[in-house]
């Protein structure tokens, strides 16, 4: 009877930890962030302008993004998931289900490949810029669009195609798709930016600021594009 039981029990804790307690974390989390943000808004009421600039050049978040794509005048930073097509993906996938053979035939996997890096979407004046970095802070892939060649510009919801040909997270991101020459790109992004891998300060009054200064102003970039 225990043999059935355990499972059973097992299984219920993890519904309440994932349906319950977690939504309840978060939305601490995220009440607790508002109020840090909009603090920081009257603090610095009228000087927006040159508190960002210190950040560019001083925060440990943006200064090794405003070093990577060489421009001071960013004017929003978001996080968002990698960029890969179908064939990236399955690809992964391949090598996911080959190491969990192998693990189970020498008991030695091979590490699992998914989004666990760094990804961000970088905005300034001119350009878009798409950036990938390493958990040691590496960038390891730099795409940079011309906003005057970036046509057809649409944000809306995950579709069950993206979660296809994309893996796209739905409910987590939302779906940026332009029109860059004669390809058609797709980027999934968050409503915030996370932590820069070589940033030492993760606490929620620092990550407040950064991403009222920087996420905030990406999320009204793409508002007049939204279908859904």
């Given at each position: 009877?225990?043999?059935?039981?355990i499972?059973?029990?097992?299984?219920?804790?993890?519904?309440?930890?994932?349906?319950?307690?977690?939504?309840?974390?978060?939305?601490s989390?995220?009440?607790?962030?508002?109020?840090?943000?909009?603090?920081?808004?009257?603090?610095?009421?009228?000087?927006?302008?040159?508190?960002?600039?210190?950040?560019?050049?001083d925060?440990?978040?943006?200064?090794?993004?405003?070093?990577?794509?060489?421009?001071?005048?960013?004017i929003?930073?978001?996080?968002?998931?990698?960029?890969?097509?179908?064939?990236?993906?399955?690809?992964?996938?391949?090598?996911?289900?080959?190491?969990?053979?192998?693990?189970?035939?020498?008991?030695?996997?091979?590490?699992?490949?998914?989004?666990?890096?760094?990804?961000?979407?970088?905005?300034?004046?001119?350009?878009?810029?798409?950036?990938?970095?390493?958990?040691?802070?590496?960038?390891?892939?730099?795409?940079?669009?011309?906003?005057?060649?970036?046509?057809n510009?649409?944000?809306?919801?995950?579709?069950?195609?993206d979660?296809?040909?994309?893996?796209?997270h739905?409910?987590?991101?939302?779906?940026?798709?332009?029109?860059?020459?004669?390809?058609?790109y797709?980027?999934?992004?968050?409503?915030?930016?996370?932590?820069?891998?070589?940033?030492?300060?993760?606490n929620?009054?620092d990550?407040?600021?950064?991403?009222?200064?920087?996420?905030?102003?990406?999320?009204?970039?793409?508002?007049?594009?939204r279908?859904?």
């Amino acid at each position: 009877m225990w043999i059935i039981a355990i499972p059973i029990v097992f299984i219920a804790l993890f519904m309440v930890y994932s349906y319950v307690i977690v939504p309840k974390m978060n939305a601490s989390y995220e009440a607790k962030i508002g109020k840090a943000s909009d603090d920081f808004a009257q603090q610095i009421a009228g000087r927006e302008t040159e508190i960002k600039a210190q950040f560019i050049r001083d925060n440990e978040h943006i200064k090794p993004i405003a070093f990577q794509i060489n421009e001071q005048d960013i004017i929003a930073v978001i996080s968002c998931q990698e960029k890969r097509e179908t064939k990236d993906f399955l690809r992964q996938q391949a090598v996911n289900m080959a190491g969990r053979a192998l693990g189970k035939l020498t008991g030695v996997g091979v590490k699992e490949v998914d989004n666990t890096e760094h990804y961000y979407l970088a905005l300034t004046n001119n350009k878009l810029h798409y950036l990938h970095y390493a958990e040691n802070g590496q960038c390891k892939e730099h795409l940079s669009f011309e906003r005057s060649r970036m046509n057809n510009l649409e944000v809306g919801k995950i579709t069950s195609a993206d979660m296809l040909k994309n893996n796209a997270h739905a409910g987590d991101t939302e779906r940026f798709s332009f029109e860059s020459g004669d390809t058609q790109y797709k980027f999934f992004f968050y409503d915030k930016m996370y932590a820069h891998p070589l940033a030492k300060n993760h606490n929620l009054a620092d990550v407040a600021k950064v991403n009222y200064l920087f996420a905030k102003p990406f999320l009204a970039f793409v508002q007049p594009f939204r279908t859904s």
